[in-house]
T-cell receptor, first 110, second 115 residues
């Protein structure tokens, strides 16, 4: 059974204070690992897909990396508008369903 | 990215009643998925809806409680039947897009409160 564990559950940063969110996963065969951002009361917003170990993707202040066991979402010099819940999900090669982690609630204080 | 529209965006319903949620995608897609997100929790897959066949339900979800229709390649409905307060959640539909057809894009969801 696929498992996705995100840490920490919650993270408070000062504006400009860089940090990383972790997503550890167990899957028989990885088709893709996904990162989403979710604001309160809204659906998840797609950020990145990573397909193979060593892959990296960047978008503004966010950078996602992937190893064979985990993924990191690095946030460089965050701003208050980066405050949201960040969700990680994995998709197995044998199917289309996504298995989500519990998310990391990020708060960036001005 | 896909454009996915859900109706209603939110509703407050009496226990014992049913609510049908509509999901419209801006182009034809093979698979549509319905997820539930209970308060403070992550997303759980309810079922996969394929056009022309019965939906495939995940463990813990049954057709009598969550009947799904998929009349064409751009539309699906999820009904939450005989509701109880435990059904209060955000319900989200999604489909797969992207180069490899693996990227899931979500609508804004339907926030359901059962009283």
């Amino acid at each position: 059974e696929d498992q996705v564990t995100q840490s920490p559950e919650a993270l408070r940063l000062q504006e400009g204070e860089s940090s990383s969110l972790n997503c550890s996963y167990t899957v028989s065969g990885l088709r893709g690992l996904f990162w989403y951002r979710q604001d309160p009361g809204k659906g998840p917003e797609f950020l990145f897909t990573l397909y193979s170990a060593g892959e990296e993707k960047e978008k503004e202040r966010l950078k996602a990396t992937l190893t064979k066991k985990e993924s990191f979402l690095h946030i460089t010099a965050p701003k208050p508008e980066d405050s949201a819940t960040y969700l990680c999900a994995v998709q197995e090669t044998s199917g289309s369903r996504l298995t989500f982690g519990e998310g990391t609630q990020l708060t960036v204080n001005p | 990215s896909a454009v996915i529209s859900q109706k209603p965006s939110r509703d407050i319903c009496q226990r014992g009643t049913s609510l049908t949620i509509q999901c419209q995608v801006d182009s034809q897609v093979t698979m549509m998925f319905w997820y539930r997100q209970q308060p403070g929790q992550s997303l759980t897959l309810i079922a996969t809806a394929n056009q022309g066949s019965e939906a495939t339900y995940e463990s813990g979800f049954v057709i009598d409680k969550f009947p799904i229709s998929r009349p064409n390649l751009t539309f699906s409905t999820l009904t939450v039947s005989n509701m109880s307060p435990e059904d209060s959640s955000i319900y989200l539909c999604t489909t797969l897009r992207g180069v490899w057809g693996t990227e899931a894009f979500f609508g804004q969801g339907t926030r359901l409160t059962v009283v």
